[in-house]
Protein backbone atom coordinates (compact mmCIF):
# COMPACT_ATOMS: atom_id res chain seq x y z
CA UNK A 1 0.00 0.00 0.00
CA UNK A 2 1.26 3.37 -0.97
CA UNK A 3 2.22 5.47 1.48
CA UNK A 4 -0.56 8.42 0.58
CA UNK A 5 -3.07 5.89 0.92
CA UNK A 6 -2.17 4.49 4.41
CA UNK A 7 -1.43 8.00 5.79
CA UNK A 8 -5.37 8.35 4.95
CA UNK A 9 -6.41 5.22 6.44
CA UNK A 10 -4.24 5.65 9.83
CA UNK A 11 -6.88 7.37 11.68
CA UNK A 12 -9.94 5.77 10.45
CA UNK A 13 -9.43 2.50 10.51
CA UNK A 14 -6.32 1.54 12.34
CA UNK A 15 -5.57 -1.28 10.14
CA UNK A 16 -2.87 -3.93 11.77
CA UNK A 17 -3.05 -1.71 15.35
CA UNK A 18 -3.50 -2.48 19.01
CA UNK A 19 -4.46 0.12 21.52
CA UNK A 20 -1.50 1.41 23.29
CA UNK A 21 0.90 -0.04 21.29
CA UNK A 22 2.16 -1.14 17.84
CA UNK A 23 1.79 -2.65 14.52
CA UNK A 24 4.65 -5.00 13.24
CA UNK A 25 7.81 -3.15 11.72
CA UNK A 26 8.86 -4.89 8.84
CA UNK A 27 12.92 -4.80 8.79
CA UNK A 28 15.14 -2.88 11.13
CA UNK A 29 15.68 1.14 10.73
CA UNK A 30 18.88 2.42 13.06
CA UNK A 31 18.48 5.82 14.97
CA UNK A 32 22.35 7.02 14.99
CA UNK A 33 22.89 9.61 17.66
CA UNK A 34 19.03 10.58 16.69
CA UNK A 35 17.09 12.55 19.51
CA UNK A 36 14.51 15.34 19.89
CA UNK A 37 14.83 15.81 23.66
CA UNK A 38 12.20 18.84 24.46
CA UNK A 39 8.96 20.18 22.68
CA UNK A 40 11.27 22.63 20.74
CA UNK A 41 14.05 20.15 20.29
CA UNK A 42 16.54 21.69 22.80
CA UNK A 43 16.38 24.80 25.22
CA UNK A 44 16.44 27.36 22.37
CA UNK A 45 12.75 26.10 20.87
CA UNK A 46 14.43 26.10 17.59
CA UNK A 47 12.09 23.68 15.90
CA UNK A 48 15.30 22.51 14.24
CA UNK A 49 17.06 19.32 13.97
CA UNK A 50 20.71 19.94 13.01
CA UNK A 51 21.63 16.25 13.21
CA UNK A 52 19.00 14.96 10.79
CA UNK A 53 21.30 13.22 7.58
CA UNK A 54 19.05 10.18 6.29
CA UNK A 55 15.84 12.23 5.73
CA UNK A 56 16.67 15.08 3.37
CA UNK A 57 15.43 16.88 0.18
CA UNK A 58 16.65 13.83 -1.61
CA UNK A 59 13.80 11.27 -0.08
CA UNK A 60 11.28 13.63 2.28
CA UNK A 61 8.76 13.23 -0.65
CA UNK A 62 9.22 9.43 -0.55
CA UNK A 63 8.87 8.28 2.48
CA UNK A 64 7.23 5.02 3.53
CA UNK A 65 5.00 4.07 6.06
CA UNK A 66 6.31 2.06 8.86
CA UNK A 67 4.22 1.40 12.34
CA UNK A 68 1.89 3.35 14.64
CA UNK A 69 1.18 3.72 18.08
CA UNK A 70 -2.87 3.65 18.47
CA UNK A 71 -4.03 5.62 21.91
CA UNK A 72 -6.69 3.94 23.83
CA UNK A 73 -10.15 5.75 23.26
CA UNK A 74 -12.32 7.04 26.13
CA UNK A 75 -15.87 8.90 26.34
CA UNK A 76 -14.15 12.26 27.95
CA UNK A 77 -10.68 13.39 29.85
CA UNK A 78 -8.38 15.68 28.96
CA UNK A 79 -5.65 13.24 27.67
CA UNK A 80 -4.37 13.15 24.13
CA UNK A 81 -1.60 12.16 22.27
CA UNK A 82 1.22 15.19 21.13
CA UNK A 83 3.99 15.28 19.64
CA UNK A 84 6.76 13.18 21.49
CA UNK A 85 10.26 13.55 22.75
CA UNK A 86 13.01 10.91 21.22
CA UNK A 87 16.28 10.72 23.35
CA UNK A 88 18.70 7.61 22.33
CA UNK A 89 16.22 4.81 21.34
CA UNK A 90 13.27 5.68 23.48
CA UNK A 91 9.77 7.61 22.46
CA UNK A 92 8.09 9.07 24.94
CA UNK A 93 4.40 9.87 24.10
CA UNK A 94 1.23 10.55 26.12
CA UNK A 95 -2.24 9.25 25.51
CA UNK A 96 -5.64 9.27 26.98
CA UNK A 97 -4.69 6.99 29.86
CA UNK A 98 -1.18 8.38 30.36
CA UNK A 99 2.23 7.56 29.19
CA UNK A 100 4.87 5.34 27.57
CA UNK A 101 7.88 4.88 26.47
CA UNK A 102 8.55 3.04 23.09
CA UNK A 103 11.64 1.77 21.34
CA UNK A 104 12.01 4.65 18.92
CA UNK A 105 13.14 2.23 15.39
CA UNK A 106 10.28 -0.77 16.22
CA UNK A 107 7.71 0.81 18.02
CA UNK A 108 7.61 -1.78 20.50
CA UNK A 109 6.07 -0.66 24.01
CA UNK A 110 9.18 -0.64 26.90
CA UNK A 111 6.82 0.92 30.05
CA UNK A 112 3.97 2.77 30.58
CA UNK A 113 2.49 4.86 33.63
CA UNK A 114 -1.40 5.43 33.94
CA UNK A 115 -3.34 8.50 35.35
CA UNK A 116 -6.66 9.24 36.18
CA UNK A 117 -8.13 10.21 32.90
CA UNK A 118 -9.76 13.50 34.62
CA UNK A 119 -7.43 14.04 37.05
CA UNK A 120 -4.50 15.57 34.23
CA UNK A 121 -4.56 17.59 31.12
CA UNK A 122 -1.80 16.57 28.43
CA UNK A 123 1.88 16.64 30.21
CA UNK A 124 4.49 18.62 28.72
CA UNK A 125 7.92 16.10 28.55
CA UNK A 126 11.28 17.20 28.24
CA UNK A 127 14.59 14.61 28.53
CA UNK A 128 17.58 15.26 30.28
CA UNK A 129 20.13 12.60 31.27
CA UNK A 130 18.45 9.33 32.50
CA UNK A 131 15.13 11.61 33.38
CA UNK A 132 11.89 12.35 31.25
CA UNK A 133 10.44 15.20 32.84
CA UNK A 134 6.71 15.61 32.81
CA UNK A 135 4.91 19.04 33.67
CA UNK A 136 0.77 18.12 34.41
CA UNK A 137 -2.10 20.62 35.00
CA UNK A 138 -5.45 19.49 36.55
CA UNK A 139 -7.77 18.84 33.77
CA UNK A 140 -10.68 21.04 34.06
CA UNK A 141 -9.74 23.48 36.29
CA UNK A 142 -8.81 27.07 34.96
CA UNK A 143 -9.28 29.67 38.05
CA UNK A 144 -7.20 27.38 40.29
CA UNK A 145 -5.74 24.38 39.02
CA UNK A 146 -3.33 21.93 40.82
CA UNK A 147 -0.19 20.67 39.16
CA UNK A 148 2.69 18.46 39.17
CA UNK A 149 5.76 18.62 37.75
CA UNK A 150 7.89 15.16 38.16
CA UNK A 151 10.84 13.09 37.18
CA UNK A 152 10.76 9.46 35.93
CA UNK A 153 13.66 7.07 34.97
CA UNK A 154 13.68 6.78 31.42
CA UNK A 155 14.46 3.50 31.63
CA UNK A 156 11.99 1.85 33.60
CA UNK A 157 9.20 4.70 34.45
CA UNK A 158 9.57 4.69 38.04
CA UNK A 159 8.80 8.07 39.73
CA UNK A 160 11.89 9.70 41.07
CA UNK A 161 10.52 13.18 42.30
CA UNK A 162 7.40 15.15 42.48
CA UNK A 163 7.13 18.60 43.40
CA UNK A 164 3.33 20.08 43.54
CA UNK A 165 2.72 24.11 42.57
CA UNK A 166 0.06 26.68 42.84
CA UNK A 167 -0.08 28.12 39.13
CA UNK A 168 -0.37 26.32 36.05
CA UNK A 169 2.62 25.10 33.93
CA UNK A 170 2.02 26.33 30.12
CA UNK A 171 5.49 26.27 29.62
CA UNK A 172 9.00 24.02 30.69
CA UNK A 173 12.45 24.40 29.33
CA UNK A 174 15.17 22.53 30.95
CA UNK A 175 18.53 24.09 30.40
CA UNK A 176 22.01 24.31 32.62
CA UNK A 177 20.47 21.42 35.09
CA UNK A 178 17.67 22.87 36.00
CA UNK A 179 14.00 23.28 35.21
CA UNK A 180 11.57 26.31 34.39
CA UNK A 181 8.22 26.47 33.91
CA UNK A 182 5.65 29.17 34.24
CA UNK A 183 2.26 30.09 33.73
CA UNK A 184 -0.57 31.72 34.85
CA UNK A 185 -4.18 31.72 36.38
CA UNK A 186 -6.77 33.59 37.94
CA UNK A 187 -4.50 34.75 40.77
CA UNK A 188 -1.00 35.35 39.02
CA UNK A 189 1.44 34.46 36.71
CA UNK A 190 4.85 32.92 37.98
CA UNK A 191 8.35 31.40 37.01
CA UNK A 192 9.42 28.84 39.13
CA UNK A 193 13.31 26.95 38.67
CA UNK A 194 13.74 23.43 40.23
CA UNK A 195 16.91 21.65 40.18
CA UNK A 196 16.99 18.88 37.69
CA UNK A 197 18.02 15.65 40.08
CA UNK A 198 15.45 15.90 42.92
CA UNK A 199 12.91 18.64 42.31
CA UNK A 200 14.08 21.20 44.74
CA UNK A 201 13.03 24.97 44.30
CA UNK A 202 15.99 27.28 43.55
CA UNK A 203 13.96 30.07 42.99
CA UNK A 204 10.60 31.69 42.26
CA UNK A 205 9.21 34.71 41.28
CA UNK A 206 5.35 36.16 40.23
CA UNK A 207 3.85 39.13 37.85
CA UNK A 208 6.60 37.28 35.46
CA UNK A 209 5.90 35.57 32.11
CA UNK A 210 7.74 32.60 30.70
CA UNK A 211 5.73 32.71 27.06
CA UNK A 212 7.60 29.95 25.57
CA UNK A 213 10.33 26.85 25.89
CA UNK A 214 13.01 29.21 25.92
CA UNK A 215 16.01 29.17 27.24
CA UNK A 216 19.01 31.24 25.25
CA UNK A 217 22.62 30.28 26.96
CA UNK A 218 20.98 29.95 30.12
CA UNK A 219 19.09 33.18 29.72
CA UNK A 220 15.60 33.65 30.09
CA UNK A 221 13.64 36.18 28.81
CA UNK A 222 10.67 36.79 30.79
CA UNK A 223 7.45 39.98 30.56
CA UNK A 224 6.15 41.42 33.33
CA UNK A 225 2.46 41.33 33.99
CA UNK A 226 2.29 43.54 37.00
CA UNK A 227 1.97 46.96 37.77
CA UNK A 228 5.69 47.39 36.72
CA UNK A 229 5.59 46.83 32.28
CA UNK A 230 8.06 45.76 30.26
CA UNK A 231 10.42 42.80 30.01
CA UNK A 232 13.42 41.23 31.79
CA UNK A 233 16.29 38.61 31.09
CA UNK A 234 17.23 36.64 34.43
CA UNK A 235 19.74 34.11 34.61
CA UNK A 236 17.90 30.68 34.56
CA UNK A 237 19.84 29.21 37.48
CA UNK A 238 19.99 32.09 40.01
CA UNK A 239 16.80 34.70 38.76
CA UNK A 240 19.48 37.17 38.82
CA UNK A 241 18.23 40.26 36.44
CA UNK A 242 20.77 40.82 33.27
CA UNK A 243 18.96 43.62 31.78
CA UNK A 244 15.20 44.49 31.06
CA UNK A 245 13.43 47.15 28.98
CA UNK A 246 10.55 49.02 28.42
CA UNK A 247 9.30 47.28 25.66
CA UNK A 248 6.87 44.22 26.24
CA UNK A 249 8.63 41.06 24.06
CA UNK A 250 6.60 37.99 23.46
CA UNK A 251 9.38 35.72 23.30
CA UNK A 252 9.44 32.86 20.61
CA UNK A 253 12.76 31.31 20.22
CA UNK A 254 16.53 31.42 20.05
CA UNK A 255 19.39 31.05 17.71
CA UNK A 256 20.54 27.79 17.75
CA UNK A 257 24.29 29.39 19.90
CA UNK A 258 21.64 31.12 22.31
CA UNK A 259 23.22 34.77 21.39
CA UNK A 260 20.00 36.40 19.88
CA UNK A 261 15.92 35.98 20.80
CA UNK A 262 13.53 35.57 18.66
CA UNK A 263 10.71 37.59 19.91
CA UNK A 264 7.39 38.90 18.61
CA UNK A 265 5.13 42.05 19.82
CA UNK A 266 1.53 43.53 19.53
CA UNK A 267 2.09 45.23 16.18
CA UNK A 268 2.76 41.55 14.28
CA UNK A 269 6.72 42.36 14.41
CA UNK A 270 9.19 39.94 14.77
CA UNK A 271 12.73 41.22 16.18
CA UNK A 272 16.07 39.50 17.28
CA UNK A 273 17.44 40.98 20.40
CA UNK A 274 20.81 40.26 21.75
CA UNK A 275 20.44 38.17 24.41
CA UNK A 276 23.33 39.86 26.14
CA UNK A 277 21.50 43.07 26.42
CA UNK A 278 18.69 43.00 25.27
CA UNK A 279 19.47 45.89 22.11
CA UNK A 280 17.51 45.11 18.66
CA UNK A 281 19.67 43.71 15.85
CA UNK A 282 16.46 43.86 12.93
CA UNK A 283 12.55 43.76 13.03
CA UNK A 284 10.30 42.38 10.27
CA UNK A 285 6.44 42.95 9.84
CA UNK A 286 4.52 40.77 9.11
CA UNK A 287 5.49 37.73 10.62
CA UNK A 288 3.96 37.56 14.05
CA UNK A 289 0.17 37.46 15.09
CA UNK A 290 -1.53 40.64 17.00
CA UNK A 291 -0.83 38.99 20.63
CA UNK A 292 3.16 38.61 19.88
CA UNK A 293 3.33 35.08 19.35
CA UNK A 294 5.01 33.79 16.33
CA UNK A 295 5.51 29.96 15.25
CA UNK A 296 8.95 29.63 14.08
CA UNK A 297 12.12 27.62 13.34
CA UNK A 298 15.20 28.62 13.61
CA UNK A 299 18.50 27.64 12.39
CA UNK A 300 21.68 28.88 11.92
CA UNK A 301 21.20 31.21 8.73
CA UNK A 302 17.62 31.17 8.56
CA UNK A 303 14.02 31.69 10.40
CA UNK A 304 11.03 30.08 8.80
CA UNK A 305 7.69 31.04 9.80
CA UNK A 306 4.08 30.34 9.38
CA UNK A 307 1.53 33.47 9.34
CA UNK A 308 -2.03 32.70 8.47
CA UNK A 309 -1.80 30.70 5.09
CA UNK A 310 2.14 31.56 4.38
CA UNK A 311 5.48 29.99 5.15
CA UNK A 312 7.72 31.86 5.27
CA UNK A 313 11.89 31.88 4.90
CA UNK A 314 14.18 35.09 6.38
CA UNK A 315 17.87 35.98 6.89
CA UNK A 316 18.49 35.12 10.23
CA UNK A 317 20.92 37.65 10.70
CA UNK A 318 19.19 40.97 8.82
CA UNK A 319 15.84 39.82 8.96
CA UNK A 320 15.22 40.26 5.44
CA UNK A 321 12.96 37.93 3.71
CA UNK A 322 13.81 35.04 1.81
CA UNK A 323 11.09 33.74 0.29
CA UNK A 324 7.15 33.63 0.67
CA UNK A 325 5.32 30.57 -0.31
CA UNK A 326 1.45 30.76 0.06
CA UNK A 327 -0.69 27.81 0.75
CA UNK A 328 -4.77 27.72 -0.81
CA UNK A 329 -5.63 26.08 2.47
CA UNK A 330 -6.04 26.53 5.81
CA UNK A 331 -3.92 28.33 8.34
CA UNK A 332 -0.39 27.21 8.53
CA UNK A 333 0.99 25.36 12.05
CA UNK A 334 4.10 25.10 13.58
CA UNK A 335 7.09 24.68 11.29
CA UNK A 336 9.98 22.24 12.31
CA UNK A 337 13.30 21.61 10.15
CA UNK A 338 15.23 18.87 9.56
CA UNK A 339 17.63 17.31 7.13
CA UNK A 340 17.34 20.28 4.91
CA UNK A 341 13.66 20.49 4.84
CA UNK A 342 10.62 22.23 6.31
CA UNK A 343 7.59 20.54 7.67
CA UNK A 344 4.32 22.47 8.45
CA UNK A 345 1.05 20.92 9.44
CA UNK A 346 -1.73 22.45 7.64
CA UNK A 347 -5.03 22.92 10.24
CA UNK A 348 -7.57 19.43 9.61
CA UNK A 349 -5.74 19.64 6.40
CA UNK A 350 -1.76 17.95 5.38
CA UNK A 351 1.82 17.69 6.45
CA UNK A 352 3.53 20.84 4.01
CA UNK A 353 7.01 18.96 3.36
CA UNK A 354 9.27 21.86 1.67
CA UNK A 355 12.60 22.73 0.41
CA UNK A 356 14.36 24.93 3.09
CA UNK A 357 16.38 26.26 1.00
CA UNK A 358 13.94 27.62 -1.82
CA UNK A 359 10.40 26.66 -0.53
CA UNK A 360 10.00 24.40 -2.85
CA UNK A 361 7.89 21.32 -3.21
CA UNK A 362 9.55 18.34 -2.77
CA UNK A 363 8.72 15.30 -5.26
CA UNK A 364 5.64 12.70 -4.68
CA UNK A 365 4.79 14.80 -1.23
CA UNK A 366 3.24 12.47 0.95
CA UNK A 367 -0.08 13.33 1.99
CA UNK A 368 0.47 12.91 6.13
CA UNK A 369 -3.02 14.24 7.01
CA UNK A 370 -4.01 16.30 10.33
CA UNK A 371 -0.99 17.07 12.10
CA UNK A 372 -1.60 17.74 15.96
CA UNK A 373 1.36 19.39 17.18
CA UNK A 374 4.08 19.62 14.72
CA UNK A 375 6.43 17.03 13.53
CA UNK A 376 9.19 15.42 14.98
CA UNK A 377 12.24 13.96 12.46
CA UNK A 378 15.09 12.19 13.71
CA UNK A 379 17.03 9.71 13.45
CA UNK A 380 16.09 8.88 9.78
CA UNK A 381 12.00 8.66 11.20
CA UNK A 382 9.17 11.34 10.72
CA UNK A 383 6.58 11.13 13.39
CA UNK A 384 3.49 12.92 13.68
CA UNK A 385 0.71 12.34 15.86
CA UNK A 386 -3.20 13.21 14.83
CA UNK A 387 -3.94 13.11 19.12
CA UNK A 388 -4.86 9.58 18.42
CA UNK A 389 -2.66 7.68 16.23
CA UNK A 390 1.14 8.07 16.22
CA UNK A 391 2.30 7.43 12.02
CA UNK A 392 5.98 6.73 11.95
CA UNK A 393 7.85 6.97 8.25
CA UNK A 394 11.71 6.71 6.55
CA UNK A 395 13.14 6.39 3.02
Not at 63 to 71: E, M
Not at 237 to 264: H, M, N, Q
Request: aromatic content about 6%; proline content about 4%.
Amino acid sequence: MSSVVRVVLAGVIAVGLVPGGASAAPGDWALPDGGWAQDGYGPGNTGVNPNEHTITTRNAGKLRYRWSVLSAVTRSGCLAQSAPVVAGRRLFLPDANGFAAYDAVTGQRLWRRNVGIYDSETPKFAVSGNLLLSASNTCGSVSDPDVDLAAYDVATGAKRWSVKRDAPMAHMVVDRNVVAVGGGDAGEDRVSVYRRSDGTLLWSAAELELAADVSADGRLLLARTGEKKGSMAVDIVTGKELWSTKARWTVAAADPAGERFIVGDATGKLHALDARNGNTVWSAGGIAREDGTATIAVDDTRIYATHDTHLIALDAKTGKKIWDQEFLSNPLGQPTVAGGVVYAPIEDGWLAIRDARTGDDLDDLPLVGDVHGHAVVTGGHLYVTNGRVLDVFTP
